[in-house]
């Protein structure tokens, strides 16, 4: 589990949560639309911001430290 964490601090993971945020955030509200795709885009919100500002959101759910620069330690 470690490994997952330490990808996810990574700057490869940190660009790959951020595209994927990005992704859902255009699929909400340029493919879905509606209701639907708001809610989309607003789940997208989530691993856009933990990719931007270095923060894990699970990783203390694991006993692992919540900033990214902790996690690379």
Do not use: H, W, Y
């Amino acid at each position: 589990m470690n490994a997952l964490f330490g990808f996810l601090a990574s700057t490869n993971g940190r660009i790959v949560r951020s595209v994927a945020g990005l992704v859902l955030i255009l699929v909400g509200l340029l493919v879905i639309g509606g209701t639907a795709g708001v809610i989309v885009a607003l789940i997208g919100v989530a691993p856009l911001a933990a990719g931007v500002f270095d923060v894990c959101l699970f990783a203390p759910l694991f006993g692992l430290a919540f900033k990214g620069s902790e996690l690379r330690k």
